[in-house]
């Protein structure tokens, strides 16, 4: 079983990256010294949990993590470098350092790497995250010896109470568009000037009129919500901006 390496340093590895189509040799000590930072390890890229909650709870957290003192997040799998950039992509994390750890050399010397041959998967890491501090591990957390896949103390909100249990989750934010509307381009407009970062549906591309009727019962945009919450068109935002 998996054991805890808490009050230990990380391993010294190099991993073998692809950055902007060529080799990039990156080492633990560029990663790590003098930061705080976040690792979270899973079993594979394009994974069921690990796409729909691990990698997008820290993504989302992101900025959150950093207003409380961490440097850099970082998403480790035993994975080749092509396929952690284009889960990368496919998940639009773009405030995550993805690292491939291709030979297992880092996930085996933390004494994570276990075997998934049954699944068809070879040598993969055990799901964990972790906080690093100049190097030392500070915490670990690590999934319990379970059947399957187990996911339920590694991930983001997990790591964030540990860090700081005032810390306060971001705000959920969501809003209808069409391309060309002047009321459209002034709600995100005050969205990004309250620091607020959004989800944008845009009619004509990934909804329609129709879509837009049935969630909202408006036929006019913008239409946001803010955490679950129909807040309605540009005017209602400024004035929810106002009192938020």
């Given amino acids: 079983m998996v054991s805890s390496r808490e009050g230990q340093r990380v391993p010294k590895v190099t991993f073998r990256t692809r950055q902007n189509g060529q080799w990039q040799d990156v080492t633990t000590d560029e990663l790590f010294t003098g930061k705080n930072v ?83 998967l ?52 969501s809003l209808f568009t069409k391309v060309g509307c002047p009321f459209c381009a002034r709600a995100k407009e005050m969205l990004t000037e309250h620091g607020l970062n959004y989800e944008e549906i845009t009619l004509g591309e990934n909804a329609t009129s129709r879509s837009l009727k049935a969630v909202t019962g408006a036929t006019t945009v913008p239409q946001v919500f803010i955490d679950g919450r129909l807040i309605g068109d540009s005017e209602a935002l400024a004035n929810y901006l106002k009192t938020a």
Wanted: charged share 25%; proline share 7%.
């Fill in 38 to 120: 976040i690792v979270f390890a899973l079993p594979g890229a394009f994974t069921p949990t690990c796409s729909s909650t691990h990698l997008p709870g820290y993504n989302e957290l992101a900025k959150t993590f950093k207003e409380n003192g961490v440097d850099e997040i970082i998403c480790l799998s035993v994975n080749d470098p092509f396929v952690m950039n284009e889960w990368a992509k496919d998940q639009e994390a773009e405030n995550i350092t993805m690292m491939p750890d291709g030979n297992g050399e880092f996930t085996d010397g933390m004494g994570m790497l276990v075997d998934k041959a049954d699944l068809g």
């Fill in 122 to 173: 070879g040598k993969r890491s055990w799901r964990y995250s972790m906080l690093v501090k100049d190097g030392l591990i500070d915490k670990m957390f690590i999934e319990p010896d379970e059947p399957g896949d187990p996911f339920k103390v590694s991930d983001a909100q997990t790591m964030l109470k540990h860090i700081n249990p005032q810390a306060s989750k971001p705000k959920c934010v």
